[in-house]
């Protein structure tokens, strides 16, 4: 059972840093409906995610190597606050 943590947590991880990789490389692409040169709120809120998500990773890979496997917890809560703040910070951007 451990295992199975560990591989679907280090999955989630790979799916961060993708998600991570995605967003500061469409910093002057379309992104989704969105141009983030047109709208500086979109473009820092992709920048401050991207980091964020980076750091999660770095974080991630820590726990996963060093910590027991309910440390990763913190790794899975921190990913999905910081990808659901993103989405709240695009869906608000136009207010």
């Known amino acids: ?4 943590i560990i591989i679907a947590v280090a999955i989630f991880i790979l799916v961060l840093a993708i ?3 995605y967003l500061l490389t469409h910093l002057h692409k ?3 409906i969105f141009n983030p040169d047109a709208t500086p709120r979109i473009r820092a809120a992709m920048i401050v995610t991207s ?3 980076l ?3 770095v974080g991630g890979v820590l726990i996963l190597i060093l910590m027991p496997a309910k440390w990763n917890l ?3 809560i921190v990913g ?3 990808t659901a703040g993103f989405a709240l910070a695009i869906n608000f951007s136009n207010s």
Do not use: D, K, Q, Y
């Open 55 to 57: 750091a999660t990773c």
């Open 19 to 21: 998600l991570a990789i």
């Open 30 to 32: 379309a992104f989704l």
């Open 74 to 76: 913190i790794t899975l």
């Open 80 to 82: 999905s606050v910081v």
């Open 51 to 53: 980091i964020l998500l």
């Open 1 to 4: 059972m451990n295992s199975i």
